[in-house]
């Protein structure tokens, strides 16, 4: 959709809860969206979450079933689910979409075949994507395929925070290096008069939540990194989790993207980085895109000071890439340069302006690396 030259745009999940022992309200709020509620997720997350979900359902007469994602988020996989869903001709109205990312954007995908109402359970604060109407297709040779959209967002997003204080660090610290960047790309989109994903204007709206976005995870990542070790959601997990959950999928959202998104097109072109999880190469692009901000020396050493902490990658190196050498570099350059938020920057950048700043970055870090 694209609105008039001047018309602004807003949109979110129309409603979130957050906090420890959330997933017990699942039944009641199923029931204000639906009679026919299904689950999916993999057999993991069913695990995790099912006995109290299912039980919490009953309470309202909901009969919960499941459908059990296998791999990954491919059409293939939907259409078997889909044809699950109808098989004895219930007509199912409301779609659990529960699990980290997998089982979000499958069940995203399940809901809008179905038709049906979209309630998010995310069982890690690993990405932006739970509060979005976005999510993307696969192909059966695990390459992205598509970005696709839902025809709105989420009716729902129920966080529980015991559940998400469990998760793998790594998938926290992913979460942490995705949502850093959504101020600054959205600042860039801004400055080029950029649209967002709802096809308007940003909004003073988007900008603030932004703002408290990036203040929340500066101030509270350490701390609430602290709390996986207690298993217990601290206020700082709490404040952490609906930055990296409800602030980053607003903000980019309202804002868009810029270029620590476009380097995601680049990276995965050398394959030992696949290994390494999304907001890691979002954090890293974020370093290349302050450079390419002619960002001063002392402003890059602050940001070099909070990724160590928190244990983003600062260079190649730690994406997992087998060197930083030279060609390295230009194939990750060349394959950025496909991105569509290119579009979104102060001026036109070539592969050549990707490769001074990718190099820089490796020369800076390796500089400070001694000192940590
Ligand atoms: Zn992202």
Redesign the pocket.
Known sequence: MNAAANVRAFGSAHRYFQGPGALAMTGELAASLGREPLLICDAIVHGLLFPVASRSCAEHDLPLRWGEVRGDVTRRAVRVLVDEARADGRHVDLVIAAGGGKGVDTGKAVARELGARLLVLPTSAS??GPCSKSFVFYDDQHRMESVEQMPRNPDVVLVDTELLVKAPRALLVSGIG?AL?KLYEGAQTRLAGGRNLFGGLNTIAAEQISVACDRVIRADSVAALGALDTGRPSAAFERLTEALVLLSGIA?ENSG?SLA?SI?RGLPLIAPITQTL??FH?GYGLLVQFLLENRSDAFMAEQFAFYRAVGLAVNLRGLNAPDASAETIRVIADGTMASPHLKHFERPLTAADFVAAMTRLEHLTHLTEDLH
């Open positions: 990405n932006d995705d960047c980019f993207l998104h995601t999304h907001g979002v």
